[in-house]
Protein backbone atom coordinates (compact mmCIF):
# COMPACT_ATOMS: atom_id res chain seq x y z
CA UNK A 1 0.00 0.00 0.00
CA UNK A 2 1.71 3.26 -0.96
CA UNK A 3 1.79 5.98 1.77
CA UNK A 4 -1.32 7.78 -0.15
CA UNK A 5 -3.13 5.30 0.28
CA UNK A 6 -2.67 4.43 3.84
CA UNK A 7 -3.62 7.89 4.44
CA UNK A 8 -6.47 7.50 2.80
CA UNK A 9 -7.22 4.49 4.87
CA UNK A 10 -6.44 5.96 8.30
CA UNK A 11 -8.77 9.17 7.56
CA UNK A 12 -11.55 8.82 4.87
CA UNK A 13 -13.00 5.21 5.54
CA UNK A 14 -15.50 5.00 7.92
CA UNK A 15 -14.51 3.22 11.57
CA UNK A 16 -16.26 0.34 10.78
CA UNK A 17 -14.08 -0.12 7.51
CA UNK A 18 -11.24 1.17 9.06
CA UNK A 19 -10.71 -1.64 11.59
CA UNK A 20 -11.77 -4.40 9.43
CA UNK A 21 -8.93 -3.00 7.31
CA UNK A 22 -6.53 -3.04 10.15
CA UNK A 23 -7.61 -6.66 10.79
CA UNK A 24 -6.17 -7.68 7.64
CA UNK A 25 -3.30 -5.97 7.39
CA UNK A 26 -1.22 -5.50 10.29
CA UNK A 27 1.95 -7.39 11.10
CA UNK A 28 3.84 -5.78 13.82
CA UNK A 29 2.31 -3.53 16.30
CA UNK A 30 3.82 -1.59 19.27
CA UNK A 31 2.08 -1.86 22.32
CA UNK A 32 2.27 1.21 25.58
CA UNK A 33 2.68 -1.41 27.92
CA UNK A 34 2.71 -1.44 31.44
CA UNK A 35 2.16 -4.95 33.22
CA UNK A 36 -1.30 -4.30 34.51
CA UNK A 37 -4.68 -5.34 33.99
CA UNK A 38 -5.68 -4.02 30.31
CA UNK A 39 -2.42 -4.20 28.62
CA UNK A 40 -1.46 -7.53 29.60
CA UNK A 41 -5.01 -8.73 28.25
CA UNK A 42 -4.12 -6.42 25.05
CA UNK A 43 -0.99 -7.96 24.59
CA UNK A 44 -2.61 -11.49 24.36
CA UNK A 45 -5.63 -10.17 22.36
CA UNK A 46 -4.14 -8.39 19.43
CA UNK A 47 -1.99 -11.51 18.79
CA UNK A 48 -4.86 -13.42 18.74
CA UNK A 49 -6.76 -11.29 16.68
CA UNK A 50 -4.32 -10.19 14.17
CA UNK A 51 -1.99 -12.58 14.19
CA UNK A 52 0.79 -9.93 14.46
CA UNK A 53 4.22 -9.61 16.47
CA UNK A 54 3.69 -7.35 19.39
CA UNK A 55 6.88 -5.65 20.38
CA UNK A 56 6.02 -4.01 24.19
CA UNK A 57 7.31 -0.68 25.02
CA UNK A 58 6.88 0.44 28.26
CA UNK A 59 8.14 4.09 29.32
CA UNK A 60 9.55 4.94 32.60
CA UNK A 61 8.50 8.51 33.90
CA UNK A 62 8.49 7.76 37.34
CA UNK A 63 5.95 5.19 38.41
CA UNK A 64 8.66 3.32 40.05
CA UNK A 65 8.84 -0.26 41.49
CA UNK A 66 5.70 -0.71 38.59
CA UNK A 67 8.40 -1.35 36.26
CA UNK A 68 10.05 -4.66 38.04
CA UNK A 69 9.52 -7.68 36.31
CA UNK A 70 8.10 -6.80 33.12
CA UNK A 71 10.47 -8.12 30.72
CA UNK A 72 10.29 -11.70 31.95
CA UNK A 73 5.79 -11.31 32.14
CA UNK A 74 5.82 -9.56 28.76
CA UNK A 75 7.97 -12.40 26.98
CA UNK A 76 5.61 -14.46 28.68
CA UNK A 77 2.33 -13.42 27.98
CA UNK A 78 3.66 -13.11 23.86
CA UNK A 79 6.10 -10.20 23.52
CA UNK A 80 8.51 -10.55 20.68
CA UNK A 81 10.68 -7.95 22.93
CA UNK A 82 10.38 -5.59 25.23
CA UNK A 83 11.83 -1.75 25.19
CA UNK A 84 11.72 -0.33 28.42
CA UNK A 85 12.54 3.84 28.05
CA UNK A 86 13.95 6.20 30.36
CA UNK A 87 12.15 9.02 29.64
CA UNK A 88 12.05 10.88 33.13
CA UNK A 89 14.49 13.62 31.98
CA UNK A 90 12.56 14.83 29.11
CA UNK A 91 9.45 14.50 30.64
CA UNK A 92 10.63 16.99 33.69
CA UNK A 93 12.87 19.04 31.33
CA UNK A 94 10.84 20.07 28.15
CA UNK A 95 7.12 18.98 29.42
CA UNK A 96 6.77 19.20 32.73
CA UNK A 97 9.17 22.81 33.40
CA UNK A 98 7.29 23.85 29.91
CA UNK A 99 3.79 23.86 32.23
CA UNK A 100 5.52 25.67 35.45
CA UNK A 101 7.02 28.56 33.07
CA UNK A 102 3.38 29.10 31.96
CA UNK A 103 1.56 28.55 35.21
CA UNK A 104 -0.77 25.91 33.48
CA UNK A 105 -3.89 25.06 34.83
CA UNK A 106 -6.51 23.60 33.55
CA UNK A 107 -10.11 24.47 34.61
CA UNK A 108 -8.52 26.61 37.15
CA UNK A 109 -7.23 23.15 39.38
CA UNK A 110 -5.53 20.60 37.59
CA UNK A 111 -1.76 20.63 37.38
CA UNK A 112 -1.87 18.23 34.08
CA UNK A 113 0.24 15.78 35.56
CA UNK A 114 -1.22 12.83 33.03
CA UNK A 115 -2.22 14.91 30.25
CA UNK A 116 1.68 16.00 30.13
CA UNK A 117 2.96 12.80 30.76
CA UNK A 118 1.07 11.29 27.56
CA UNK A 119 2.84 12.92 24.23
CA UNK A 120 6.43 12.17 25.64
CA UNK A 121 5.53 8.50 25.73
CA UNK A 122 3.66 8.24 22.32
CA UNK A 123 6.19 10.31 20.85
CA UNK A 124 8.62 7.52 21.82
CA UNK A 125 6.62 4.79 20.88
CA UNK A 126 6.55 5.59 17.56
CA UNK A 127 10.24 6.18 17.49
CA UNK A 128 9.77 2.58 18.45
CA UNK A 129 7.75 1.76 15.88
CA UNK A 130 9.73 3.59 12.90
CA UNK A 131 12.76 1.46 14.07
CA UNK A 132 10.85 -1.91 14.14
CA UNK A 133 9.18 -1.31 10.90
CA UNK A 134 6.03 -1.50 12.67
CA UNK A 135 3.04 -0.85 10.56
CA UNK A 136 0.34 0.02 13.64
CA UNK A 137 1.11 1.40 17.35
CA UNK A 138 -1.28 0.60 20.00
CA UNK A 139 -2.60 1.89 23.73
CA UNK A 140 -4.66 0.84 26.84
CA UNK A 141 -6.61 4.14 27.26
CA UNK A 142 -10.67 3.45 27.04
CA UNK A 143 -13.02 4.87 25.03
CA UNK A 144 -14.45 7.11 27.26
CA UNK A 145 -11.26 9.07 28.81
CA UNK A 146 -9.11 11.76 27.36
CA UNK A 147 -5.97 9.37 27.23
CA UNK A 148 -7.12 7.95 23.72
CA UNK A 149 -7.12 11.16 22.22
CA UNK A 150 -3.70 12.97 23.73
CA UNK A 151 -1.98 9.05 22.59
CA UNK A 152 -3.07 9.22 18.88
CA UNK A 153 -2.78 12.40 18.09
CA UNK A 154 0.18 12.38 18.80
CA UNK A 155 0.64 9.25 16.78
CA UNK A 156 -0.75 11.05 13.59
CA UNK A 157 0.83 14.19 14.02
CA UNK A 158 4.08 12.38 13.89
CA UNK A 159 3.30 10.13 11.44
CA UNK A 160 0.52 10.13 9.58
CA UNK A 161 -0.50 6.95 7.91
CA UNK A 162 0.12 4.98 11.24
CA UNK A 163 -2.61 2.75 12.23
CA UNK A 164 -3.80 2.38 15.73
CA UNK A 165 -5.19 -0.16 17.50
CA UNK A 166 -7.29 0.60 20.58
CA UNK A 167 -8.41 -2.76 22.00
CA UNK A 168 -11.14 -1.28 24.53
CA UNK A 169 -13.10 0.75 21.35
CA UNK A 170 -13.50 -2.63 19.36
CA UNK A 171 -12.77 -6.12 22.11
CA UNK A 172 -15.74 -8.04 23.03
CA UNK A 173 -15.01 -7.35 27.07
CA UNK A 174 -17.37 -4.91 28.91
CA UNK A 175 -15.30 -4.44 31.98
CA UNK A 176 -12.41 -5.24 34.51
CA UNK A 177 -14.23 -8.63 35.89
CA UNK A 178 -14.03 -9.79 32.02
CA UNK A 179 -10.40 -9.28 31.73
CA UNK A 180 -9.54 -10.68 35.28
CA UNK A 181 -11.08 -13.96 33.64
CA UNK A 182 -9.39 -13.90 30.45
CA UNK A 183 -6.12 -13.70 31.96
CA UNK A 184 -6.98 -15.93 34.61
CA UNK A 185 -8.14 -18.69 31.55
CA UNK A 186 -4.90 -18.12 29.76
CA UNK A 187 -2.69 -18.20 32.80
CA UNK A 188 -1.34 -14.30 32.59
CA UNK A 189 -0.78 -13.14 36.59
CA UNK A 190 -2.72 -10.18 37.36
CA UNK A 191 -2.58 -8.31 40.68
CA UNK A 192 -5.87 -6.96 39.74
CA UNK A 193 -9.04 -8.14 41.50
CA UNK A 194 -12.37 -7.03 40.73
CA UNK A 195 -12.90 -5.78 44.18
CA UNK A 196 -10.28 -2.79 43.98
CA UNK A 197 -11.69 0.42 44.50
CA UNK A 198 -10.24 2.75 41.78
CA UNK A 199 -7.72 3.02 39.51
CA UNK A 200 -4.43 4.83 39.61
CA UNK A 201 -1.66 5.87 37.01
CA UNK A 202 1.96 7.90 38.55
CA UNK A 203 4.32 9.54 37.30
CA UNK A 204 7.26 11.69 38.55
CA UNK A 205 4.77 14.74 38.71
CA UNK A 206 1.99 13.31 40.45
CA UNK A 207 -0.65 10.59 41.04
CA UNK A 208 -3.96 10.33 39.91
CA UNK A 209 -6.64 8.24 41.35
CA UNK A 210 -10.37 7.61 39.64
CA UNK A 211 -12.86 5.07 39.05
CA UNK A 212 -14.65 2.83 41.25
CA UNK A 213 -15.18 4.54 44.91
CA UNK A 214 -14.31 8.07 43.34
CA UNK A 215 -17.37 8.04 40.91
CA UNK A 216 -19.65 9.48 43.45
CA UNK A 217 -19.26 13.24 43.58
CA UNK A 218 -20.19 13.27 46.93
CA UNK A 219 -18.28 10.84 48.73
CA UNK A 220 -15.05 11.88 50.21
CA UNK A 221 -11.51 10.25 48.70
CA UNK A 222 -10.89 7.40 52.02
CA UNK A 223 -7.48 8.81 53.55
CA UNK A 224 -5.67 5.48 52.42
CA UNK A 225 -5.35 5.67 48.83
CA UNK A 226 -2.61 8.81 49.21
CA UNK A 227 0.36 7.75 48.26
CA UNK A 228 2.81 10.92 48.16
CA UNK A 229 1.24 13.35 51.11
CA UNK A 230 0.50 13.60 54.24
CA UNK A 231 -3.09 14.68 55.41
CA UNK A 232 -2.54 18.15 56.38
CA UNK A 233 -3.91 16.61 59.66
CA UNK A 234 -0.97 14.38 59.80
CA UNK A 235 1.66 16.85 58.40
CA UNK A 236 4.43 18.05 60.08
CA UNK A 237 3.55 20.21 63.11
CA UNK A 238 6.94 22.82 62.30
CA UNK A 239 6.78 24.51 59.55
CA UNK A 240 9.63 24.41 56.92
CA UNK A 241 11.22 27.52 55.32
CA UNK A 242 13.02 27.33 51.82
CA UNK A 243 14.55 29.68 49.24
CA UNK A 244 13.80 28.26 45.69
CA UNK A 245 16.04 29.35 42.88
CA UNK A 246 15.17 29.90 38.95
CA UNK A 247 16.57 30.47 36.14
CA UNK A 248 15.03 31.93 32.91
CA UNK A 249 11.68 30.10 34.77
CA UNK A 250 13.18 26.51 35.50
CA UNK A 251 13.91 25.52 39.34
CA UNK A 252 17.59 24.84 39.60
CA UNK A 253 18.83 24.89 43.63
CA UNK A 254 16.88 24.41 46.97
CA UNK A 255 18.31 26.41 49.74
CA UNK A 256 21.62 27.22 47.57
CA UNK A 257 21.91 23.49 46.09
CA UNK A 258 21.77 22.59 42.98
CA UNK A 259 19.87 19.81 41.57
CA UNK A 260 19.11 18.35 38.36
CA UNK A 261 15.61 18.26 36.62
CA UNK A 262 14.94 14.91 37.99
CA UNK A 263 16.16 15.05 41.28
CA UNK A 264 14.39 18.73 41.50
CA UNK A 265 10.98 16.95 41.26
CA UNK A 266 11.50 13.91 43.41
CA UNK A 267 12.67 16.50 46.15
CA UNK A 268 10.25 18.98 46.19
CA UNK A 269 7.47 15.72 46.25
CA UNK A 270 9.18 14.37 49.60
CA UNK A 271 8.88 17.90 51.32
CA UNK A 272 5.59 19.03 49.71
CA UNK A 273 3.75 15.33 50.64
CA UNK A 274 5.98 15.81 54.18
CA UNK A 275 3.26 19.30 54.69
CA UNK A 276 0.38 17.44 53.32
CA UNK A 277 0.30 19.97 49.94
CA UNK A 278 -0.69 18.86 46.91
CA UNK A 279 -3.80 17.39 46.94
CA UNK A 280 -6.94 18.12 44.42
CA UNK A 281 -10.34 17.00 44.15
CA UNK A 282 -12.54 18.03 41.41
CA UNK A 283 -14.95 17.21 38.82
CA UNK A 284 -13.51 17.99 35.27
CA UNK A 285 -14.75 18.22 31.74
CA UNK A 286 -13.40 15.81 29.75
CA UNK A 287 -12.46 15.94 26.01
CA UNK A 288 -15.39 13.79 24.72
CA UNK A 289 -17.40 15.40 26.44
CA UNK A 290 -18.18 13.90 29.95
CA UNK A 291 -17.66 15.30 33.82
CA UNK A 292 -15.11 12.74 35.55
CA UNK A 293 -14.28 13.16 38.99
CA UNK A 294 -10.52 12.97 39.38
CA UNK A 295 -7.79 13.09 42.43
CA UNK A 296 -4.62 13.94 42.11
CA UNK A 297 -1.23 14.26 44.49
CA UNK A 298 0.78 17.30 42.62
CA UNK A 299 2.96 18.39 45.57
CA UNK A 300 6.18 19.63 43.92
CA UNK A 301 4.85 21.14 41.24
CA UNK A 302 2.51 22.99 43.31
CA UNK A 303 4.95 24.38 45.44
CA UNK A 304 6.97 25.39 42.55
CA UNK A 305 3.82 27.26 40.81
CA UNK A 306 3.20 29.13 44.13
CA UNK A 307 7.34 30.37 43.75
CA UNK A 308 7.15 30.93 40.36
CA UNK A 309 4.17 33.22 40.13
CA UNK A 310 5.65 35.05 42.96
CA UNK A 311 8.93 35.50 40.90
CA UNK A 312 7.25 36.98 37.77
CA UNK A 313 5.47 39.56 39.92
CA UNK A 314 8.80 41.34 40.07
CA UNK A 315 10.51 40.22 37.09
CA UNK A 316 7.95 40.23 34.15
CA UNK A 317 6.10 43.17 32.88
CA UNK A 318 2.81 44.09 33.27
CA UNK A 319 1.76 43.75 29.63
CA UNK A 320 3.68 40.78 29.21
CA UNK A 321 1.82 39.57 31.93
CA UNK A 322 -1.39 40.19 30.70
CA UNK A 323 -0.85 38.93 27.30
CA UNK A 324 0.51 34.86 28.80
CA UNK A 325 -2.29 35.25 31.04
CA UNK A 326 -5.14 35.75 28.41
CA UNK A 327 -3.81 32.70 26.74
CA UNK A 328 -3.38 30.56 29.48
CA UNK A 329 -6.74 28.67 29.53
CA UNK A 330 -5.87 28.11 26.10
CA UNK A 331 -2.15 26.68 26.47
CA UNK A 332 -4.34 24.27 29.09
CA UNK A 333 -6.64 23.38 27.16
CA UNK A 334 -4.38 22.66 24.37
CA UNK A 335 -2.33 20.28 26.52
CA UNK A 336 -5.39 18.33 28.30
CA UNK A 337 -6.59 17.89 24.78
CA UNK A 338 -3.71 16.48 23.57
CA UNK A 339 -2.82 19.04 21.14
CA UNK A 340 1.21 19.28 22.59
CA UNK A 341 2.41 18.26 18.84
CA UNK A 342 0.14 21.19 17.25
CA UNK A 343 0.91 23.91 15.25
CA UNK A 344 -0.65 26.83 17.40
CA UNK A 345 0.77 25.11 20.11
CA UNK A 346 3.95 25.55 18.95
CA UNK A 347 3.65 29.07 18.62
CA UNK A 348 2.13 29.31 22.34
CA UNK A 349 5.51 27.24 23.55
CA UNK A 350 7.77 29.80 22.04
CA UNK A 351 5.58 32.69 23.50
CA UNK A 352 6.41 31.19 26.91
CA UNK A 353 9.71 30.99 26.79
CA UNK A 354 10.31 34.65 25.79
CA UNK A 355 8.11 35.68 28.89
CA UNK A 356 10.70 33.77 30.79
CA UNK A 357 14.06 35.38 29.80
CA UNK A 358 13.75 37.79 32.98
CA UNK A 359 11.88 35.32 35.10
CA UNK A 360 15.30 34.22 37.33
CA UNK A 361 16.17 34.56 41.09
CA UNK A 362 15.09 33.43 44.73
CA UNK A 363 12.03 33.16 46.61
CA UNK A 364 11.65 32.55 49.81
CA UNK A 365 8.23 30.58 51.15
CA UNK A 366 7.06 28.40 53.77
CA UNK A 367 5.34 25.26 53.99
CA UNK A 368 2.70 24.23 56.99
CA UNK A 369 -0.12 22.26 57.28
CA UNK A 370 -1.10 21.33 53.16
CA UNK A 371 -0.15 25.60 52.63
CA UNK A 372 2.54 27.19 50.53
CA UNK A 373 3.19 31.33 51.40
CA UNK A 374 5.19 33.11 49.72
CA UNK A 375 8.05 34.69 52.40
CA UNK A 376 10.13 36.45 49.97
CA UNK A 377 11.69 37.45 46.74
CA UNK A 378 14.31 38.94 44.56
CA UNK A 379 15.95 39.21 41.12
CA UNK A 380 18.50 41.11 39.91
CA UNK A 381 15.79 41.61 36.69
CA UNK A 382 13.51 42.67 39.56
CA UNK A 383 10.85 45.58 38.12
CA UNK A 384 10.34 46.38 41.51
CA UNK A 385 11.73 49.98 42.69
CA UNK A 386 11.43 50.91 46.06
CA UNK A 387 12.24 54.51 45.67
CA UNK A 388 9.06 55.11 43.21
CA UNK A 389 6.59 52.91 45.42
CA UNK A 390 7.43 54.47 49.01
CA UNK A 391 5.09 56.47 50.97
CA UNK A 392 8.25 58.27 52.41
CA UNK A 393 10.44 60.86 50.33
CA UNK A 394 10.74 59.42 47.09
CA UNK A 395 13.34 61.69 46.31
CA UNK A 396 11.74 63.17 42.98
CA UNK A 397 11.36 59.71 41.63
CA UNK A 398 7.56 59.97 40.60
CA UNK A 399 5.62 63.00 40.32
CA UNK A 400 2.32 62.16 41.88
CA UNK A 401 0.49 65.14 40.60
CA UNK A 402 1.31 63.25 36.80
CA UNK A 403 -1.61 61.42 38.25
CA UNK A 404 -4.39 64.18 37.62
CA UNK A 405 -3.97 64.43 34.68
CA UNK A 406 -3.94 60.34 33.92
CA UNK A 407 -7.14 60.03 35.59
CA UNK A 408 -8.86 62.73 33.95
CA UNK A 409 -7.80 61.65 30.54
CA UNK A 410 -9.18 58.10 31.77
CA UNK A 411 -12.27 59.60 33.18
CA UNK A 412 -13.01 61.25 29.46
CA UNK A 413 -15.16 58.45 28.15
CA UNK A 414 -17.01 58.44 31.29
CA UNK A 415 -17.84 61.85 31.22
CA UNK A 416 -18.30 61.81 27.78
CA UNK A 417 -21.50 59.76 28.63
CA UNK A 418 -23.40 62.20 30.94
CA UNK A 419 -22.60 65.35 29.33
CA UNK A 420 -25.22 67.51 26.96
Known sequence: MSRKESFFTAYCLP????????????????????????????????????????????????????????????????????????????????????????????????????????????????????????????????????????????????????????????????????????????????????????????????????????????AAPPEDIFLLTKSPEKASDAAEEMILTFEKGEPVAINGEKYGAVDMLAKLNYIGGEHGIGRVDLVENRFVGMKSRGVYETPGVTILQAAHRALESITMDREVMRLRDSLGVKFAESIYYGFWFAPEFE?????????????????????????????????????YKERVVTFEDDAGAYNQLDAEGFIRLQSLRLRLRKMD
Open 15 to 218: PTAHYKTMEKKINKVVLAYSGGLDTSAMLLWIKEKYGAEVVCFCADVGQGDELDGLEEKALKTGASKLYVEDLREEFVKEFVWTAVKANALYEGVYLLGTSLARPVIARKQIEIAQKEGADAVAHGATGKGNDQVRFELTYYALQPDIKVVAPWRHWEFKGRADLIAYCAEHGINVTATAEKPYSMDRNLMHISYEGGILEDPW
Open 347 to 383: ILRSMIDQTQETVSGDVRLKLYKGNVTILGRKSLNSL
